[in-house]
């Protein structure tokens, strides 16, 4: 099931897709771990790490803030 991209609408399970951060950038794509935070690949790192579902990047301008594209959630039987 696709869910509204507001980050209010988004739970623990959820598949969440980001817009780039940068001009030619990448989108990005995490999971909700719990209300508020998920978890994606930090490549500075090359492992993945926790953050906020309002997704700034690790080390960029905390002000630009990469919009959410898609949430997704397995839909119960």
């Not at 991209?5 to 950038?25: H, K, M, Y």
């Not at 930090?42 to 990047?57: A, E, F, L, Q």
Request: aromatic content about 10%; glycine content about 12%; charged content about 25%.
């Amino acid at each position: 099931m696709i869910l509204s991209p507001e980050w209010s609408d988004i739970e623990p399970g959820d598949v969440i897709v980001w817009d780039a951060l940068t001009e030619g950038g990448h989108k990005h794509v995490g999971f909700c771990v719990s209300f508020g935070v998920a978890i994606s690949n930090m490549s500075r790192k090359g492992s993945p790490g926790r953050h906020s579902i309002v997704y700034t990047g690790f080390g960029y301008d905390e002000d630009k803030k990469a919009q959410i594209l898609k949430c997704f959630r397995l839909k119960s039987p």
